[in-house]
């Protein structure tokens, strides 16, 4: 994808030099140069905010399934603590009690894994650095040829005035 300086820059090359333009002619260059401008950075923003995207999603998933297994290890501590008080009621389910707290263990290390992992890929997630730094310096670069702009239309005016009444250069 182009940088948005180059397009401007292209289109600025194809035009070759202007006679010199009316006030609307000019601001409606400017509208069109603007509107350019921004359409440029969102496809900028677009493009850098796809990867992290999916980074973020892999890790929601992640947690999700964590979850899950969380869950299910609940379930199965809460089966585990009912096997445990039959035996204290002298049934026969020592045994099975003990798996499954063994079962519960292994799924909470499972779920404990998987949170890792989510979130190993959730701190990937960056905010779009490279369309905030191509914004910025794209403000500055308005800001500094309004401050042009600006600086010309005076020193015309002037020249105008000086030129209209030339005794004022006395």
């Known amino acids: 994808m182009a940088h948005p300086d180059d397009i401007i820059r292209e289109d600025l090359i194809a035009r070759g030099p202007q006679p010199p333009a009316a006030i609307g002619d000019l601001i409606g260059q400017v509208k069109s140069d603007i509107q350019q401008l921004v359409q440029s ?8 905010l796809m990867p ?22 609940l379930s199965l501590l809460f089966l585990a603590g009912a096997l445990a008080l039959g035996q ?5 389910t020592g045994g099975i009690a003990l798996g499954f707290l063994i079962m519960a263990l292994i799924v909470f290390v499972i779920a404990g894994g998987l949170a890792v ?14 369309t905030v730094a191509q914004a910025q310096a794209s403000i500055e670069s ?15 005016e002037l ?3 000086t030129f209209r009444h030339p005794e004022a250069l006395r």
């Open 41 to 48: 950075e969102i496809a900028l923003a677009k493009a850098e």
């Open 52 to 73: 992290q995207a999916k980074s973020g999603g892999i890790g929601a998933g992640l947690f999700l399934v964590a979850g899950y297994f969380a869950m299910n290890g």
């Open 142 to 156: 308005i800001k500094d040829a309004v401050t042009r702009a600006t600086a010309n239309v005076k020193t015309t």
């Open 117 to 130: 992992g989510g979130l190993i890929f959730v701190k990937k997630v960056k905010g779009p650095q490279r």
């Open 159 to 161: 020249e105008r005035k």
């Open 88 to 92: 204290l009621f002298d049934a026969d």
